[in-house]
């Protein structure tokens, strides 16, 4: 006979999301209005839209993987030109896997109204890392590429099995040429075939380039949610950047730097992922 859980999601400290529910009061000419907003209400929508149906608890939602969702504002600004830019956050907590919680940022726009910029940033966040998250939470993955690690015990440690969930990647080339495809990616006899390392872009190679920044957290026991992000814009400038669970993690930070200065010159370009770590028992 089993007890009922009595875990109970509760806000990580790190999270600078504000609220749930709020008010947005807008004047423009001699007009004024309110718009009022219930970011939870808008997140479920937008997971039903997406086939991720989710039950509402307060200002959380659950997911059929045991996934706690908390959807909060962070900023909201109006340009002089009518469109408006949201910030917000997700946490999500598993009682199983991270009941501490790990959060990551949505920045979205929209000129239409405040509801639909942050509608946008929750589309795009249900379809990339909701993926990654939910798919961690199941026993057998099945919509993402994976990878699983073994490390044998260590100093007293037991032996550890480790399971990389690879979330969908999100690719922009202002100048797209072809490219080889990746490896890892590709059957046996074309990389048989291939007579070079260089290849494009798939969903390992955000973080197998820039494995040594990473190995700490393969090696370790913790849940490791994973935001990489890397560019370059049409100047030649570098920029990334990488989270751990919602918290700059600088090494992940300078390893994505170099990793983009390996990239063949097409303007500007970003690579965006979420990349999930955690034990399998």
Not at 57 to 76: C, I, N, R
Not at 208 to 214: H, L, N, P, R, V
Not at 241 to 261: F, H, I, S, T
Request: glycine fraction near 6%; include cysteine; hydrophobic fraction near 35%.
């Amino acid at each position: 006979m089993t007890s009922e859980s009595t875990y109970t999601p509760q806000i990580n400290p790190g999270n600078p999301g504000e609220t749930s529910v709020f008010s947005i009061a807008f004047t423009r000419d001699d007009k004024s209005w309110t718009e009022d907003i219930d970011l939870t209400s808008l997140l479920q929508d937008v997971l039903m839209a997406e086939s991720q149906p989710a039950s509402r608890h307060g200002a959380w939602l659950q997911t059929a993987e045991g996934l706690w969702l908390l959807p909060q504002l962070l900023s909201w600004h109006l340009r002089e030109d009518g469109t408006g830019q949201s910030s917000t956050t997700i946490q999500a907590c598993h009682e199983g896997l991270v009941p501490e919680g790990c959060f990551e940022f949505q920045h979205a726009a929209s000129d239409v109204d405040a509801a639909t910029a942050m509608r946008n940033g929750f589309t795009q966040w249900a379809r990339t890392d909701a993926v990654a998250l939910r798919e961690s939470a199941r026993a057998e993955v099945t919509e993402c590429m994976s990878m699983t690690m073994d490390f044998p015990g260590k100093a007293g440690h037991p032996a550890l099995r480790r399971r990389v969930v690879l979330g969908p990647a999100s690719h922009y080339m202002a100048t797209p040429q072809a490219q080889a495809a990746c490896p890892a990616a590709a059957s046996a006899e074309s990389v048989q075939d291939s007579e070079s390392d260089e290849h494009g872009f798939c969903p390992c190679c955000l973080l197998t380039k820039s494995m040594d920044a990473f190995r700490p957290l393969l090696e370790s026991t913790g849940y490791a949610a994973i935001r990489l992000y890397a560019a370059r814009d049409g100047d030649g400038e570098i920029q990334a950047d990488c989270r751990l669970n919602g918290e700059d993690y600088p090494p992940g930070q300078v390893a994505l730097m170099d990793y983009v200065k390996t990239w063949p010159e097409m303007g500007f370009e970003f690579r965006k992922q979420l990349v999930v770590v955690h034990s399998l028992d």
